[in-house]
């Protein structure tokens, strides 16, 4: 193809292209509209045209390019996740009524303060996934050894530098005028995203699996057991598993790497259980579900338990204070709601989780970019895996470790974590997500 004709469609394409948004819909466009022209360069030759000639009209049988390419940005609009965002304002109704009737269970005057706090939470978190949901974070997924180094340095700062407080032998938390930030849930958020966009298992080969596992998994694994945060070490090796898995190449990798990384785990484990004067604190907290003892420690368990049953369909008064229930504001915000409202607030609540999980699923589900998509499987696992614990330890049949249910608990660094995630979600989401069960980029 001459230099001449080339220009001539690089010129149509891109003029196209111009009315358009999103570089990924560029490339898909200018892939698809090329093929056509193409095609008819091909059919206009056979017939005796020349080269020249036929693409000049190829060119025109395409149409107006300005006219093309409005019409595609008509059609290939941004996605908006109406369901997504009405399960979640479904969540923060329910979430900022349980605060402002708490007024029964906490000191008089500090529960408008409360309410008012999680009020300005609540407006702050929705500036800021509308800041994510406006620009790209699938950029992000470019530079994960730039989110994990950033996240490693956030880590060294709370755990090394003394700056982070140390509470139940944890050390978790920064404050910074006046404000207390779960650093370590703040890392594990940013870790949670440089894992969607690590390389693809199926490319490592030799040494390089090594260095990855290290990178991935052992310097995260190392420095959550560092700072004594257990529960979000838990959480990152699962995220890191199912990170992995999505990017397998073949059951034998995930086999070999699996074996080794169990062989590695029990090794830290026992290293862990040896030299930690707080394990037999851990290790209460989880075995307190299964505990017989409701004065030690299955106390939690037990009063969340009895509550639930005692609460029947409509509960037992608005708000009616319990005080054997503690960490209501948290941990049990699950058992509270059921025992002040009955079993009908436990279904409303676990109906809006179910469907906001069902919507994160179907956004994971349609979205065509393979980072895009380990974005929205590895955030659906981060809310669910908190709303599923929240509930399953008010009922009874998951040990109390410091879950808190998403939207509802008081919590702002957690709220605004959730917010954020939702932000990135609605971003991955805008484009290379289809409608249907079939969509091509001229014919959607």
Request: net charge positive; proline share 2%.
């Amino acid at each position: 193809m001459s230099k001449a004709t080339n220009d001539e469609i690089q010129h149509f394409l891109n003029t196209v292209c111009k009315q358009l948004r999103g570089q990924a819909l560029h490339d898909d466009v200018k892939s698809e509209m090329s093929t056509h022209i193409e095609e008819m360069v091909e059919e206009l030759e056979q017939s005796g045209i020349g080269r020249q000639e036929a693409v000049r009209m190829a060119v025109l049988r395409m149409g107006d390019p300005l006219l093309i390419g409005k019409q595609l940005r008509r059609s290939h609009r941004p996605a908006v996740q109406w369901g997504l965002i009405g399960a979640l304002l479904l969540l923060l109704i329910i979430g900022l009524f349980a605060r402002l009737v708490s007024a029964h269970v906490v000191p008089s005057g500090q529960s408008i303060m409360l309410f008012e706090k999680q009020l300005t939470m609540v407006c702050i978190g929705f500036v800021l996934m509308l800041g994510l949901w406006f620009i790209d974070c699938r950029k992000l997924l470019n530079y994960p050894y730039w989110l994990f180094a950033s996240g490693l340095g956030l880590a060294f700062a709370t755990t090394m530098s003394g700056i982070g407080l140390h509470i139940n032998g944890a050390i978790r938390y920064v404050s910074a005028a006046g404000v207390s930030i779960d650093m370590m849930a703040v890392i594990l958020f940013i870790w949670l995203l440089a894992l969607a966009g690590m390389k693809p298992a199926r490319l490592w080969s030799g040494a390089d699996t090594i260095v990855q596992l290290v990178i991935w998994l052992f310097i995260p694994v190392l420095t959550f057991v560092a700072a004594n945060v257990i529960l979000l070490c838990f959480l990152y090796c699962c995220a890191f598993m199912i990170a992995f898995w999505m990017t397998r190449r073949n059951l034998v990798q995930v086999m070999t790497i699996g074996l080794g990384i169990s062989l590695a785990a029990g090794t830290l484990g026992a290293f862990y259980v040896a030299s930690n004067d707080k394990v037999y604190y851990i290790l209460a907290r989880l075995m307190s579900f299964v505990s017989k003892d409701p004065n030690g420690s299955g106390y939690m368990t037990h009063q969340a338990v009895n509550a639930v049953r005692s609460a029947g369909w409509w509960g037992e008064g608005e708000a009616l204070p319990n005080g054997s229930l503690i960490h209501i504001a948290s941990e049990n915000m699950f058992t509270y709601m059921i025992y002040s409202y009955g079993w009908s607030m436990g279904v409303l609540i676990s109906a809006a989780a179910v469907l906001f999980m069902a919507m994160i699923g179907r956004i994971a589900r349609r979205i065509q970019d393979e980072g895009g998509r380990r974005v929205a499987v590895l955030i659906g696992f981060f809310f669910g895996i908190q709303f599923a614990w929240s509930i399953l330890m008010c009922l009874g049949m998951a040990p109390f470790v410091g879950v808190v249910l998403p939207f509802l608990s008081y919590g702002h660094s957690m709220l605004l974590i959730f917010f954020a995630a939702c932000g990135v979600l609605l971003s991955v989401s805008k484009q290379g997500y289809k409608s249907g069960t079939k969509s091509t980029v001229l014919g959607s």
